[in-house]
């Protein structure tokens, strides 16, 4: 039961801070950032993996995988939003 705890707690207190970091970066910033954020949700991808490797009780799987649904919807998002910055300026360049 302490692992639950701990581990939304942690999943918590990661939202906010990432929430009121991300909040504050110039726009400018935003594609490097989420290359950053890419990174990181793919080391949140693989921690989901190794959750589903041990024997854990149905909650925490549960939260596992939404921990693996997020991270993936993050990383997904991140390369669309990456490419698409791409593409603005590649067109740029072509004028």
């Not at 939304?8 to 207190?13: E, H, R, S, W």
């Not at 990661?14 to 890419?38: A, D, K, Q, W």
């Not at 939260?63 to 698409?84: P, W, Y």
């Amino acid at each position: 039961m302490t692992n639950i705890l701990i581990m939304i707690a942690v999943m918590g207190l990661s939202f906010l801070v990432g929430y009121f970091l991300i909040s504050r970066v110039p726009p400018l910033l935003h594609t490097p950032l989420m290359s950053m954020t890419n990174a990181i949700s793919a080391i949140t991808i693989l921690g989901g993996f190794i959750i589903f490797s041990v024997e854990t009780n149905t909650t925490e799987k549960i939260i596992g995988c939404v921990a693996l649904i997020l991270a993936a919807f993050n990383v997904a998002g991140g390369f669309a939003i990456t490419d698409r910055m791409i593409r603005l300026f590649k067109s740029e360049q072509k004028k």
